[in-house]
């Protein structure tokens, strides 16, 4: 697949930006929650490309095959801790936004097992791989793991 657009070369600032952003957000939110709330979001989006990257990231930081798998059928599925499942239904709630989610009782479970602080670094976490998403299925983006990582690490 070839790029329609490459967003860092046509607003190489705003890109740099929205990198640091990318970057900060996901420094403040646990690897494994992190992991799980991007391959949901990039699942729901049908982004290839992120699915791409963040499964390969997510199996680096310890994710397993089944957790992995299971994530489509997360109600169901008995893996994922009540912490997590609190995440991935947030996630899928404002992921899907605009089918008028059950969003109040995502926010419940949400303020059950999260700080105030925690649901606003999930919150911001799933409007940055949402926005990746966008831009990636959008501009028919795709990125091999290693090449992402390697544009992903800060320069001085």
């Known amino acids: 697949m070839t790029a329609r657009l490459d967003p860092f070369a046509a607003a190489p600032v705003q890109m740099k930006t929205w990198m640091g952003t990318s970057l900060a957000v996901s420094g403040s939110v646990d690897p494994v929650l992190m992991s ?4 949901l979001a990039s ?9 791409n990257m963040h499964t390969v990231a997510a199996r680096e930081r310890g994710e397993t095959e089944q ?4 994530l489509p059928a997360w109600r169901e ?15 899928e709630a404002l992921t899907r936004l605009s089918e008028r989610p ?10 059950t097992h999260f700080s105030k602080e925690e649901q606003v670094q999930l ?10 998403n966008r831009l990636a299925v ?3 983006l795709w990125a091999e793991p290693a ?8 320069t001085a």
């Open 43 to 51: 699942q729901i989006n049908g982004c290839a490309n992120c699915l």
């Open 67 to 70: 957790r992995l798998y299971l």
């Open 77 to 91: 599925a008995p893996c994922y801790t009540d912490r997590e499942r609190a995440a991935l239904g947030w996630t």
């Open 123 to 132: 919150t911001l976490m799933i409007n940055i791989i949402n926005g990746w």
């Open 147 to 154: 090449a992402a990582k390697a544009m992903a690490v800060p």
């Open 36 to 39: 799980l709330i991007e391959v």
């Open 102 to 111: 059950a969003l109040d009782a995502a926010r419940q479970m949400l303020e």
């Open 138 to 140: 959008g501009f028919e």
